[in-house]
Structure formats: structure tokens, C-alpha cells
């Protein structure tokens, strides 16, 4: 599966951003897709995934961040609420086979090229 990650761009601190991770092919349904982001000089860090019916989050995002899926238009989405300028990263959407929720970019398989966000007044 391909995937274009967009909607990243300056927003101030306790604003919102949706991101959207478009996806090729016609097996998008039965992904488990993520959302994981890296800011410089750091470590790429889990944000959130999502398969059918469940999700996951990292503490960090949790209660600010929303992750959902459109299954007819292959889409992931990522809903970020309350920035705080530490949320500033180039966040990936991320696809791996099977049906188990994972945190490790490495049981993910195929990557989007990312879209930055820097959260700053």
C-alpha cells in the first residue's frame, strides 16, 4: 500500500490540525494503520493507531488526539486538538498487515513521506 500523508502547518499553541493519510490500492480495510511522529534530533515516537474497531493512543496525545478511518475513501485521519508547541514533529501515517495493534514503527511495513507541524506562537 502507498500512502501521502498531508495537512501539517504552523498553528499556534491550543490549536487544531487534521492530518489525512490517503492510501493506494483497494485493501485499505484491512490495514492496521498509525500515526507516529519524530521531532529533530529525537527518536520516531508512536502517536496512535487503528484497526477496524479499536484504537490506541501514547499518553502524551491522549484526550487531544483522535485517530479515525474512512474505509470507502481509503483515508486515515488524525485529529489534533490543544497543540502544544511539543507536539511540533513530521508526523507519519504508517501501514502494517494483520488485525494486532502495535506501537513499534518497526511492525509497520509501508510509510508515508510525512508533513510537518510546529506548533508556535
Known amino acids: 500500500v502507498q500512502l501521502q500523508a498531508s495537512g501539517g502547518g504552523l498553528v499556534q499553541p491550543g490549536g487544531s490540525l487534521r492530518l489525512s493519510c490517503a492510501a493506494s490500492g483497494r485493501t485499505f480495510s484491512t490495514y492496521v494503520m498509525g500515526w507516529f511522529r519524530q521531532a529533530p534530533g529525537k527518536e520516531r515516537e508512536f502517536v496512535a493507531a487503528?484497526?477496524?474497531?479499536?484504537?490506541n493512543y501514547a499518553d502524551s496525545v491522549k484526550g487531544r488526539f483522535t485517530i479515525s478511518r474512512d474505509n470507502a475513501k481509503n483515508t486515515l485521519y488524525l485529529q489534533m486538538n490543544s497543540l502544544k508547541p511539543e507536539d511540533t514533529a513530521v508526523y507519519y501515517c504508517?501501514?502494517?498487515?494483520?488485525?494486532?495493534?502495535?506501537?513499534?514503527?518497526?511492525?509497520?511495513?509501508?510509510w508515508g513521506q510525512g508533513t510537518l507541524v510546529t506548533v508556535s506562537s
Open positions: 504508517a501501514a502494517r498487515g494483520g488485525w494486532a495493534l502495535s506501537q513499534r514503527p518497526a511492525d509497520f511495513g509501508s
Open positions: 487503528i484497526t477496524w474497531s479499536a484504537t
